[in-house]
């Protein structure tokens, strides 16, 4: 049956990881995959995360399945995670929140559950958008518009471009937005922007799905919920696709969530059980071990007070290593790299051609996606200086 079917290519970004890993260079660099590395180049599992694992050994009775959504600390976790405690939305009950097999699980379930209450419904995604989107919600029908994001030229958000394209946008079309660092840019929304962009949902009755991958990993754990609190609070229906792929340190584990805010605790109840039931066609059960260590980290204050530190710590060193780019790259090259520093997370884009790119990775070992975003955490004091010296030499 199968021999008809064409050998697929690697995955572009995986196949680069792959290839920087076979190749003998001892001066090598990853720049490509965003998965968060220390110094060291490690990517570290939180201690938060490991002590949860040590007591979670000790108590474990079963391996029998959890509740359809999900692990109970995990779930009402997620949602004082995303929301904050003190959350209108929360007190008022209109908050639901549904296990998924990390973000790309709870994507795929908002999704499925976007065409089944409006089939036709249009899925507006930036320019550009982290290239996984759009199998995640494409393969459940629905088509894409996409609306002006990120201008190359001033390496910032084109925010009236994005205005001007989403005023064309109709009721009921779905305004898919990154929560914050966004991937692959790195440029945000600013809070006057998530304002205005909150008034435009509302004056043109759009749906607004946000993707929140990086929560804590920008500016800090509150300012980068900033968007998706406003929304929350301003707006009758908000969609929310959470993962703790990367603030906790899960990758593997796979643990997300989605998380709706409706017009009251009816809407909500609805909303999950046609969640569970999308699920439940695709993986059926949610994936028990990570989402009952992140219950554990967000529901037991010591853990908490642990992860949240850790947390910090690397997004300190995030933005660190943004300052030495900027630093390096503009001495090494006499230009203007300050756009570094004001991007968030993880991904930036360093302006390179696609022929620049191949020669870093030919000629010096250095990989990066062809459109040039790099993955920040990648860097150190170490490789800081063959990096901005590669780059110098093939611009
Ligand atoms: C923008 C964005 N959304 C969602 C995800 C989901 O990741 P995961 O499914 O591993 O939790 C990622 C991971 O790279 C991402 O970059």
């Not at 690697?10 to 995959?33: E, F, R, W, Y």
């Not at 051609?353 to 990775?361: A, K, P």
């Amino acid at each position: 049956m199968f021999e008809a079917l064409e050998r697929l290519p690697a995955d572009p970004i995986l196949g680069l990881s792959a290839a920087c890993t076979a190749d003998p260079n001892p001066d090598k660099i990853d720049l490509t995959v965003g998965v968060y590395k220390d110094e060291s180049g490690q990517t570290p599992v939180f201690a938060a995360i490991q002590r949860a694992q040590e007591a979670l050994s000790e108590r474990e009775v079963t391996k029998a399945y959890l509740p359809q959504v999900g692990d109970a600390n995990y779930i009402a976790g997620i949602r004082t995670l995303l929301l904050g405690e003190t959350h209108p939305a929360l007190a008022a009950k209109r908050v639901t929140s549904v296990q998924a097999p990390g973000g790309c699980g709870a994507l795929r379930v908002g999704a499925e559950v976007i065409k089944a209450a409006s089939p036709n419904a249009k899925v507006w995604i930036s320019a550009p958008t982290w290239p996984n989107h759009i199998p995640l919600i494409g393969s459940v029908g629905l088509e894409f518009k996409e609306y002006r994001y990120y201008d190359a030229a001033t390496h910032s958000v084109d925010f009236d471009g994005m205005l001007e394209d989403l005023a064309t946008a109709n009721a009921g079309d779905v305004l898919l937005l990154h929560g914050c660092c966004h991937n692959p840019c790195g440029a945000d929304l600013s809070p006057e922007q998530w304002q205005a962009v909150t008034g435009l949902v509302a004056d043109r009755g759009l749906m607004p799905f946000i993707d929140t991958a990086y929560q804590g990993m920008g500016k800090g754990l509150e300012e980068d919920a900033f968007g998706v609190r406003h929304m929350a609070e301003h707006l009758p229906e908000v969609l929310v696709a959470a993962s703790n792929s990367k603030n906790m340190g899960l990758y593997r584990e796979r643990t997300g969530a989605i998380l709706f805010c409706g017009t009251g605790a009816e809407e909500a109840e609805i909303f999950a059980s046609q969640a569970t039931k999308a699920a439940r066609k695709i993986y059926s059960m949610p994936p028990a071990h990570g989402a009952i260590l992140a219950g554990m980290v967000l529901s037991d204050p010591a853990l908490n007070a642990s992860w949240r530190q850790e947390l910090a710590a690397m997004c300190e060193r995030l933005n660190g290593v943004r300052a030495l780019l900027d630093e390096k790259l503009s001495a090494a090259t006499g230009k203007d790299y300050s756009f570094i520093r004001r991007e968030s997370g993880m991904f930036s884009f360093l302006g390179l051609s696609s022929e620049q790119v191949d020669r870093l990775r030919e000629e010096f070992s250095v990989y990066m996606v062809g459109s040039s975003r790099v993955n920040v955490a990648g860097v150190n004091k170490a490789n800081v200086d063959y990096l901005a010296s590669s780059v110098a030499a093939v611009l």
